[in-house]
Every structure is written in structure tokens, then in C-alpha cells.
């Protein structure tokens, strides 16, 4: 017998992955979708545009869980000159309506709209010096990324797919009211959307979406898991606060930077060939799989992968079981010189493939942090491309991490200005 929760949450998750008036029509008629979804109140949105925290739900170990749904648009303005200042108007009156359309909430839906370097040079000005902000680059020897130098990013998110499509047609002028409100300006007056990608987390949606091309048959994706490679992400003790990444000075003070990296998964090799303690090794390190530090998907540790204790291990790891851990390596380069996190990290899977109508597991991995070199210097760690050297059985992909089951496939680089410059920013703009 089909249990009806998880049909309604598959449909919820095709639903936003198709888009369009037709998909939210049928969100809107789907049984159990929660009732109306509460509205917004502009003069209780919070400064940052990435304050996301306080308003999305927590597990039992204060772990964030973010929104299910999440859509991302990337939009490019015309020509090649700076926007007007009609155009910033536009933008802002068509921003207005989702604030006033939904709670800033996971129950409503919380948005961002970033700005890459590109956007910046169509101006005379520079950023301030203060701001690290380069174009894209690749960030290992064996990656070849197509890079994200849109204009514009928006990051619209909701626990309600019905919400999440519904405030994006809005933002695409497709629809006269939003949530209610009226709406008479929209993203696309100024700008065209180039691309749309979509995504998911949260237990039950990976397992519910595993039929994707890049994970083998079968139900190997753990029921209770949010991710496609089954154990838990994101524990609060191993993330940067959101006012660690926060400009605290400066024109766009309560801004951050964001980094959007897109990552194709092949995962037969993951499931097939490796059992459970050798996941927890690359994912973890070999020391979480010899303790046995992990069970399950990772529930019982709570709101502290204990990564920590494992970093400096790293070399000796490598030589003593011939491998070494994703986490354990990122974790090298993510940390400042009193020891604290330097990225946020908000990932989330998806079954788009850019670009065609294929289902292919791939997940999209934004990081907030005050300069993007930080993330540069973390991917880097993360690459392990030093370990080859300490011993033959931890090669470039093989044993080293999980590189063997991730590919990447696209990079961008944005900032994300405080709310007050939100619409179409100059590079300084409070001159």
C-alpha cells in the first residue's frame, strides 16, 4: 500500500523541480499541504538578507533545518552599463511584494538576491578594498567548472512548495497576486532569467528521490538521512555563526559573501562496493568508523560531527588504514587562528541536470563566509591534493575523501548586500 505522506512529499518535490503555473496548481490542490501560509510584515525582516537562523526550524541538538524547498534563478541585466535608477525602484517594489506576501520564515519563505563580480564591473567604481570578491576559478588540478558570472542569484526557500513557486512566478511577473498581495513590478521587468535550478533536503526527500541517474538501483538512500549520501550535515558545532560571516563595517554592513558550487554524484560505487564503517571513514575519518562514532545516519552526534579531534591525525590516518576523511580534510582549512569555523554552510541536493530533462543526482553547495578566499582556502584542504605524497594507497580521487563521487560541474561567486542595499547596489553605496 503507497504511504500518502511520502506520495504527497515526492509530488511537493516534483512539483517545484518542474515548475510553472501547472506545478503550483497542483501543490495548491495537494491534500495536506499545511493551510494558508501566513503573510509577511516588511518592518520584521531581519538587516542581513542571510539571517536565516532564527526563523527556520531546529532539531532536538539545535541543528538548523533548513527549508525543503529551494529554488535558485540566475538573471542577467541587459547591455552591458550599470542598472538605472528606475530599474532599482523596479526591483525593490517587485522584492516588497514577497515581504509583504510571506513570513520570513520557513513556514512563509525567506529569499536573498546576490550580485557577482561581473555585476560589479559595470561599474566606474570598485568595490571597497575590504570586500573579497573575485571572479570564479578552479580550485584543484582535476576540476573543470563551468562558471556562474550572472548578474544576479535569488535563493528563494519555504518548508511549502506551494509558497516557494508561488513567490517565484510572482518574481518572474506571472502571476497578478502573490500570497494575496498585489503585485505590479517583478525581476524580470529589469532582467532576464537565464537559469533555474531547484533542490531539496530534509530526511525522507532523498530517499524518496533516489530513481536518479548517478545513484544505483534499489533503496540504498536511509529513510531518515537529508542528504542523497546518507548521513546527517550541518551540525551547529562544526558551522560559523551567521554573525561570524556578517560584515560588521562598511558600505554593505550586514552583508556577507556567498559561493554557489554545483556537484554531480555518482554514488554506485558509494553503496555497492563500500559497507558502512568505510562510508563513515571517507565521509568522517577512519578514526569515526574505528570508534564507531557514527550510527546511522549520524542522529546520536548531536549537534558535533567531533571532527576536531581527528584533524591533525590526518597523515598518520592515511598511513595507518589507507584512507582518509572528507570532513577531516575541510576541516584543515576551516578554521581561523583562535580555532572558530569560518564558512556557513547551507547545502542541498537536487535531481535537476542543467539543461536537460534528466534526473541526475547532483548537490548544490552555497557557503557564506566574509571572504570568499576563505571558502577558496577550505576547497583547497578539502582537494587533499598533498596527501598522494604521504602514501601510495590514498591516490587523487581514490581513498581520499569521497572525490570519487563528486564532480564538479558549475562555480559562482556573489555578494549578498544588507537588506537596505538589496535592489541593484552600486559598488559603494552610501557615497
Sequence with gaps: MTDPDLSRRALLKTAVAVGGASALSACLDAPGTGGPVPTGDPANKPDSQHAWREYIRTDDHGNSLLPRHQVLLYATLPGD??????????????????????????????????????????????????????????????????????????????????????????LRGRRDRANGVEVRASLTDVATVDSRRTGFIGAGLPAENQDAEGIPEGDHVPEASPLFMGFKAGFVG??????????????????????????????????????????????????????????????????DSRIDQ????????????????HAQKAARGNRDDEGNV????????????????????????????????????????????????????????????????????????????PRRHRSLPTPRPDA
Excluded at 262 to 279: A, F, H, K, P
Excluded at 310 to 325: H, Q, W, Y
Excluded at 402 to 410: A, G, K, M, P, S
Design 81 to 170: 552599463g550599470p542598472p538605472s535608477e528606475s530599474d532599482r525602484e523596479t526591483l525593490e517594489s517587485a522584492l516588497s511584494v514577497l515581504d509583504r506576501a510571506y513570513e520570513w520564515s520557513a513556514e512563509g519563505v525567506v529569499h536573498s538576491v546576490a550580485y557577482s563580480p561581473s555585476y560589479f564591473e559595470r561599474f566606474e567604481d570598485d568595490l571597497p578594498e575590504a570586500i573579497d570578491l573575485p571572479d570564479p576559478t578552479p580550485l584543484s588540478s582535476f576540476e573543470e567548472p563551468t562558471f556562474d558570472t550572472q548578474d544576479i542569484l535569488v535563493h528563494l526557500a519555504s518548508d511549502r512548495a506551494a509558497a516557494v513557486l508561488e513567490a517565484e512566478q510572482a
Design 342 to 417: 569560518k564558512l556557513l554552510r547551507r547545502h542541498f541536493e537536487s535531481t535537476d541536470d542543467i539543461g536537460s530533462d534528466q534526473s541526475v543526482a547532483s548537490l548544490h553547495f552555497p557557503t557564506l563566509q566574509t571572504a570568499v578566499s576563505d571558502f577558496e582556502d577550505v576547497w583547497e584542504a578539502m582537494a587533499g591534493e598533498d596527501l598522494p605524497a604521504v602514501t601510495p594507497a590514498v591516490r587523487q580521487r581514490v581513498n581520499n575523501g569521497i572525490l570519487e563521487y563528486i564532480f564538479v560541474r558549475r562555480r559562482g561567486y556573489f555578494l549578498v548586500p
Design 238 to 303: 562544526n558551522q560559523a555563526s551567521e554573525d561570524a560571516v556578517t560584515f560588521d563595517s562598511g558600505p554593505f554592513a550586514g552583508g556577507t559573501t556567498k559561493t554557489m558550487t554545483n556537484l554531480r554524484q555518482r554514488l554506485d560505487d558509494w553503496y555497492v562496493e563500500q559497507d558502512d564503517s568505510e562510508r563513515i571513514a571517507e565521509m568522517f575519518s577512519p578514526g569515526h568508523a574505528e570508534d564507531g562514532l557514527v550510527e546511522g545516519v549520524g542522529e546520536n552526534l548531536g549537534s
Design 310 to 325: 581527528f584533524v591533525d591525525d590526518i597523515e598518520d590516518d592515511a598511513r595507518e588504514f589507507g584512507r582518509v576523511g
